[in-house]
């Protein structure tokens, strides 16, 4: 019997799909969805959303999904029309908290 090839166990475009499908409907839910140019699934650990041009966000993964998108609405519904710049709500670096890191 000759060797069996190895195959890499990874995500597959259809967990990627199903995890786009969840955030937008959560977005949806959050009435935040149509300000969002963009989701990418690429990383499930690392989900980026980009908002009205002015946001890069850092999802994280879909942990707290519901809570990361309500702390989002809270966080941009605060923020002035001029401010724009990476907003982080994947609680992994800030517990707890929305950092902001304006853009240069």
């Given at each position: 019997?000759?060797?069996?090839p190895?195959?890499?166990?990874?995500?597959?475009?259809?967990?990627?799909?199903q995890?786009?499908?969840?955030?937008?409907?959560?977005?949806?839910?959050n009435?935040?969805?149509?300000?969002?140019?963009?989701?990418?699934?690429?990383?499930?650990?690392?989900?980026?959303?980009?908002?009205?041009?002015?946001?890069?966000?850092n999802?994280?993964?879909?942990?707290?999904?519901?809570?990361?998108?309500?702390?989002?609405?809270?966080?941009?519904?605060?923020?002035?029309?001029?401010?724009s710049?990476?907003?982080?709500?994947?609680?992994?670096?800030?517990?707890?908290?929305?950092?902001?890191?304006?853009?240069?």
């Amino acid at each position: 019997d000759p060797e069996a090839p190895t195959l890499a166990v990874g995500v597959t475009g259809a967990q990627r799909l199903q995890t786009a499908i969840l955030v937008l409907q959560t977005l949806g839910s959050n009435s935040i969805s149509g300000q969002i140019d963009s989701v990418d699934v690429t990383n499930l650990k690392a989900i980026e959303l980009w908002y009205d041009e002015r946001f890069q966000i850092n999802l994280g993964d879909t942990m707290q999904l519901d809570y990361k998108i309500s702390a989002l609405r809270a966080t941009v519904d605060r923020m002035e029309a001029y401010e724009s710049g990476h907003l982080d709500v994947s609680f992994t670096n800030w517990v707890d908290k929305v950092g902001y890191t304006p853009f240069t």
